[in-house]
């Protein structure tokens, strides 16, 4: 049975089942927690509550993308960090590219919005080695 922590739509729990089995399954993977639901839509309005909130819900290591680009501008270098970070040749070439590139970023990482000051130092210093040309 697929994952009811993947469930991209409430039809998507409808197809996997009725909603009693569907609670069952749920409550299971959050033991000692209870869900107490009426419809499908309540139930994947749980899901996506448990997506930004419960670990084992939350995708890859990270409990958050600010989380990831801090540690890759903070923790990675080089060729590593390029990759995980999403730099390219292309943005080295189209400043337009560099400048959505960075905001993108800068909003994630910026100290006044919750984010890390080295990483957005970090940030900052490769948006300008790509813009210097």
Known sequence: ????????????????????????????????????????????????????????????????????YIYYLTRLEGKQRNIALGITDRLYEDKSAAKRWFRKIANQVHPDKGGDETAFIVAKKIYEVMIEN
């Open 1 to 68: 049975m697929k994952n009811i922590g993947k469930v991209k739509s409430v039809d998507e729990l409808r197809e996997l089942g009725d909603l009693s089995t569907l609670v069952d399954i749920l409550e299971k993977d959050i033991d000692p927690l209870r869900v107490n639901v009426s419809s499908y839509d309540d139930l994947f309005s749980v899901v996506l509550k448990l997506r930004r909130n419960w670990l084992p819900y939350i995708k890859g290591p990270f409990v958050s993308k600010r989380h990831e």
